[in-house]
């Protein structure tokens, strides 16, 4: 797969990579050089607590939600 380097030194990672590497807008990627090869990496995320930080949504408290985990006693 080739991309163009475009005026401003920007480009365009191909779809197809993007998917299977898991790039979405947002991604922070971290540049590297090694043997004249240009490496590109996905930084470390945030810290895995921030990462689900509000995926349950708003309706349940933390009681709830334990209790929902936790299951029938």
Do not use: H, W
Request: glycine letters at 12%; proline letters at 5%; one cysteine or more.
């Amino acid at each position: 797969m080739k991309a163009r380097v475009a005026e401003r030194g920007q480009v365009t990672i191909p779809k197809r990579l993007r998917e299977r590497l898991g790039v979405k807008p947002g991604t922070v990627l971290e540049f590297s050089e090694e043997q004249g090869k240009l490496i590109a990496v996905k930084a470390g995320g945030l810290d895995p607590v921030s990462e689900v930080y509000g995926c349950l949504g708003r309706r349940l408290n933390t009681d709830a939600v334990m209790a929902r985990l936790r299951g029938p006693r």
